[in-house]
């Protein structure tokens, strides 16, 4: 089989994703109904520590965060990127949502890559815009 141009990788922690073929193939259809050529997606699985000296160091903000996208592509239309998310944010976040860790970790996952896509999440309408396409994209996820 041929490898696929979404990887996954471990930074400071061990991690593993469930079910991860049915997931990159769930990710490159997303990126297919938005009409986007995929280069290369890598998904890094840290720990809050981790992720948070990103957050100050890139990004200047002293606070945890899920997930953190950079887009690495210089070409309209091509997802290149690196997605970031911190494994205790997602435990924390699905305790407090009540919903699985896997369920919680593809909504993260799905987020960083709507980033790619070009949708942001820096007004209270453009934040319920990126719910509503995280909620369509999950739609799309059957395990």
């Known amino acids: 089989m041929p490898e696929s141009p979404i990887e996954f990788f471990n930074e400071d922690i061990e991690f593993e994703v469930k079910d991860e073929q049915k997931i990159k193939e769930w990710l490159q259809k997303i990126i297919s109904n938005y009409s986007y050529e995929l ?3 890598n998904y890094i699985f840290c720990s809050d520590e981790y992720l948070h000296q990103m957050n100050v160091e890139y990004l200047d ?3 945890l965060t899920d997930v953190i996208t950079f887009d690495n592509s ?4 091509v ?3 690196d997605v970031f998310i911190s494994i205790d944010r997602v435990v924390d976040n ?3 949502f009540n919903i699985t860790r896997e369920r919680e970790l593809q909504r993260v ?3 960083g890559l709507l980033h790619l896509l070009g949708f942001d999440d820096k007004s ?3 934040k319920e815009l990126m719910k509503s396409k995280e909620d369509e994209c999950l ?3 059957s395990l």
């Open 139 to 141: 739609s799309l996820l």
């Open 109 to 111: 996952m799905v987020h």
């Open 61 to 63: 903000h002293d606070t």
């Open 124 to 126: 209270p309408e453009l």
């Open 74 to 77: 210089d070409i309209e239309g």
């Open 79 to 81: 997802i290149e990127g």
């Open 39 to 41: 280069e290369s997606l």
């Open 94 to 96: 699905a305790h407090s």
